[in-house]
Nanobody, 122 residues
Framework: QVELVEFGGGLVQAGGSLRLSCSAS????????MGWYRQTPRGQRELVAM???????NYGDSVKDRFTVSRDSSKNTVYLQMNSLKPEDTAVYYC????????????????WGEGTLVTVSS
């Protein structure tokens, strides 16, 4: 079983920065893709950023050039550095991982964290 624990949400003023982290625990040998989605107050869940095991990244259009995703595969941890935050970035941010090798067996399932709230005040 895989557990994802997120840290780093909170309240920040517009223009400020926050850093999120998410660590995966369990008998994990490797993880293919790690990253972040967010769910806005309007209820839509959207891509923020994903990073593959090889370092390839994919960003949502609204966060390009402001957010940076990175990972430490030795710690099964993914980070999201958020700069120049805007009120419209207010959302619950969910960690997502998929393509996990656990005890030598490939698991194609998608795992989600419980979410961490980021609030950006104007």
């Amino acid at each position: 079983q895989v557990e994802l624990v997120e840290f780093g949400g909170g309240l920040v003023q517009a223009g400020g920065s926050l850093r999120l982290s998410c660590s995966a625990s369990g008998s994990i040998f490797s993880i293919n893709a790690m990253g972040w989605y967010r769910q806005t107050p309007r209820g839509q869940r959207e891509l923020v950023a994903m990073i593959s095991r090889t370092g390839s990244t994919n960003y949502g259009d609204s966060v390009k050039d402001r957010f940076t995703v990175s990972r430490d595969s030795s710690k099964n941890t993914v980070y999201l550095q958020m700069n120049s935050l805007k009120p419209e970035d207010t959302a619950v941010y969910y960690c997502r991982v998929n393509g996990i090798v656990i005890k030598g067996v490939f698991d194609a399932g998608i795992y989600w964290g419980e979410g961490t709230l980021v609030t950006v005040s104007s």
